[in-house]
């Protein structure tokens, strides 16, 4: 029997060594170059054609991609319009935040129209059963497979040819022809690759679940989201009711979606109007609070903003942000201080994002600002005003995109006043609206001074 060999697998790239190294020699990562045993793939389920031919890009023959609704609005808004034929989707989260109840519930909806079918290797089949009664879903047409080894699920997908199949969980599947453990580097990546290699030539759609690290991000290599069609993210507090569903990736729609749910006992409920859910409500007026308008994906979101400014009680003031970028509120500060005279050096700044949601987008500035300038000042902003905009480090305050359903969003929601940049200036009037145009950060501060 030979010995078997010992190798060094990147766990960013899925990249291979012979010997140990601090950086990986293919992405460049630092320690992430872990040993695992060689492994040697002696077949493959799945056969290539033998002979490919080249075509010409302009003879392609090219039309929508047929689409399946999960019958959930706000999973199908961040799939892109629903799941694509022959595509394969990674759905991860954390543990316990909702991904197999959401999975389960889809599958129960789509089973009216669709062949589908739920493969565990984390449960049993009593267990999902026992869900499915608490949740009082109808799972009679749902079809269910308790197993974890790749070659059988293969001949078992080929045999029944399912439209829609869940993989739960991608770290638990395993090839025979692989020596090591179920959820090591190269069994995801080989099982995924077959996985993905089956859904193109059969044309099932794939759903993969995926665990992730402590640090958030998916487990196994990184080479996994490459794969893949889509790669999602559920996100959420477990002590909160509330989930929200974001796309990272997309080939089939728009990067960046947001769909909201909230746990009930019932499962996952979608949340009809997302704005409301990011807006506290005060009874009176208060200082601090600023909301703007943000934009994930193709849905614009009012989101309030909450910002402290308190006399330091230590030589270096503390520069706290939850939800926004802490090194942009930094550099905000700085801004209001040299163009609009307004310094906060000796100021304790804490600034939120109700709800918590993450902004990343530059459009929050002018709120993060008037919000500080709202605390600092101890006077309340109007309660029905919104306010967006990128503010430079020349003070001025820069456009944003999709400013005009950005204020449509805002009208229809009750809003009457909006602060915003003098190039987002709608071509249209919209009704039920005041717009306040503004060219510098001096300008702004004084519409609310």
């Known amino acids: 029997m030979s010995k078997s060999k010992s190798i060094y697998s990147c766990t960013e790239c899925g990249g291979q060594a012979l010997k140990w190294q601090g950086q990986c020699p293919h992405c460049q990562a630092w320690n992430t170059l872990v040993e695992v045993v060689s492994d040697r793939v002696t077949s493959r389920f799945v ?74 290797g984390e449960e049993s089949s009593r267990q999902i059963a026992l869900r499915g009664k608490r949740l009082a879903l109808d799972v009679q047409t749902v ?26 969980s991608i770290q638990t599947v395993y090839s025979s022809a692989l020596q090591s453990a179920p959820g090591s ?11 993905t290699q089956l859904a193109k030539a059969t044309g099932i759609c794939v759903i993969l679940v995926g665990h992730v690290t402590k640090e958030g991000a998916l487990a196994g290599p990184r080479v996994l989201e490459h794969m893949v069609d889509t790669v999602l993210y559920f996100e959420g507090d477990t002590h909160s009711s509330f989930r929200l569903i974001r796309a990272f990736k997309n080939r089939f729609g728009a990067v960046n979606e947001l769909g909201v749910f909230a746990m009930t006992e019932r499962g996952l409920r979608e949340v009809s109007n997302p704005s409301a859910f990011f807006l506290s409500h005060h009874g009176n007026k208060v200082p601090g609070s600023c909301v703007m308008v943000t934009q994930e994906g193709t849905r614009p979101l009012l ?7 308190d006399d330091a009680r230590s030589l270096n003031p503390r520069r706290l942000s939850v939800g926004l970028e802490q090194n942009r509120l930094a550099m905000l500060l ?33 709120a993060v600002l008037l919000a500080v300038v709202s605390s600092l000042k101890n006077k309340a902003l109007p309660t029905k005003m919104v306010v967006f905009g990128e503010i430079g480090l020349a003070g001025e305050v820069r456009p944003v995109q999709r400013g005009q359903e950005r204020l449509k969003e805002a009208a229809k929601l009750g809003f009457i006043q909006a602060i915003i940049p003098v190039a987002n200036k709608p071509k249209y009037e919209i009704p039920g609206i005041e717009i306040f145009l503004v060219e510098r950060v001096e300008d702004a501060v004084a519409k609310i001074c």
């Not at 799939?79 to 909702?98: A, N, T």
């Open 185 to 195: 580097i190269a069994q995801v990546r080989e099982c995924a690759a077959q996985l």
């Open 303 to 309: 989101v309030e903003i909450q910002a402290l400014v």
């Open 334 to 366: 700085a801004v209001l201080h040299r163009h609009a005279g307004i310094p906060c050096f000796d100021q304790d700044v804490f600034v939120n994002a109700v709800g918590g949601v993450k902004i990343t987008e530059p459009g929050a500035d002018l």
């Open 47 to 120: 056969a290539l054609p033998e002979i490919s031919r080249i075509e010409n890009l302009n003879e392609v023959v090219t039309g929508e991609d047929a689409r399946y609704s999960t019958g959930i609005l706000e999973f199908d808004r961040v799939l892109g319009g629903g799941l694509v034929h022959g595509g394969v989707v990674l759905l991860g989260g954390d543990p316990g935040i909702g991904k197999s109840t959401l999975l389960l519930q889809s599958l129960c909806h789509m089973s009216i129209m669709r062949n589908v079918l739920y493969v565990s």
């Open 143 to 168: 079809n269910l497979l308790a197993e974890i080894q790749l070659e059988r699920i293969q001949r078992l997908l080929i045999e029944h040819r399912p439209d829609v199949v869940v993989i739960d």
